[in-house]
């Protein structure tokens, strides 16, 4: 039972740069999440997605971009890294999105923008 | 604006008890969630409430008083495994999760 997986786990990019995360989960969850943790802050939601073909801004949204073609993958992109982008980045599903929403998180992927 | 509190970091030892303290201001409530986050993994849930009082789960036990916007995660016979990141998160009114920065455990012998 793999849960969320996340790749790839460590990227390094220069300034300009795209690249796209991907997120997988097998737990046929509808909602599906992209957060950034950065030192010191709390999580940032970026995008997140209520179910397949369907995605919507978060908190802290600019520079990324998101799609949800199929039900059980969440992609994250960005089309022209900065420096402020490193960080690292979690995906999470659910499949509830009220009460106890009880997220399942991917093991997160370390990007460092040079 | 929205608002969670927890301390930075937190230092026990092997065997007590430690208690950790989440202070919120959020624009409504739909409940209150504790996660551990060990170094350089991911999340994973440890409590939910949504109710006034005390939720036990084995050596991990939540606290809840909405009037007080206030909530605690108390550890008991800590384990040396204890030492993590633990965080609070409150869902408000529109079921958006607001997370606190966490609080860093350190457990020593």
């Known amino acids: 039972n793999a849960g969320v997986t996340q790749t790839p786990k460590f990227r390094v990019l220069k300034t300009g740069q795209s690249m796209t995360l991907l997120c997988a989960q097998d737990?046929?969850?509808?909602?599906m999440y992209w957060y950034r943790q950065d030192p010191g802050m709390g999580l940032r939601l970026i995008h997140y997605?209520?179910?397949?073909?369907?995605?919507a801004k978060g908190e802290v949204p600019d520079g990324y971009n998101v799609s949800r073609l199929k039900k059980q993958n969440f992609l994250l992109g960005l089309e022209s890294a900065a420096p402020s982008q490193t960080s690292v980045y979690f995906c999470?599903?659910?499949?509830?999105?009220?009460?106890?929403?009880?997220?399942?998180f991917g093991a997160g992927s370390r990007l460092t923008v040079l | 604006g929205q608002n969670i509190d927890q301390p930075t970091e937190m230092t026990a030892t092997e065997g007590a008890i430690v208690q950790i303290n989440c202070t919120y201001q959020t624009s409504g409530f739909n409940g209150l969630f504790w996660y551990q986050q060990h170094a350089g993994e991911a999340p994973t849930f440890l409590s939910y409430?949504?109710l006034d009082g005390l939720e036990e789960k084995g050596r991990f036990s939540s606290f809840l008083s909405r009037s007080k916007g206030y909530s605690y995660l108390l550890l008991k016979e800590l384990q040396m495994k204890d030492s993590a990141s633990y965080l609070c998160a409150v869902m408000d009114s529109n079921y958006q999760l607001i997370w606190g920065a966490g609080t860093k455990l350190i457990i020593k012998p």
């Open positions: 409430n949504v």
């Open positions: 997605s209520v179910g397949e073909g369907t995605t």
């Open positions: 999470a599903s659910s499949d509830d999105s009220s009460g106890a929403n009880v997220l399942t």
């Open positions: 737990m046929n969850h509808e909602y």
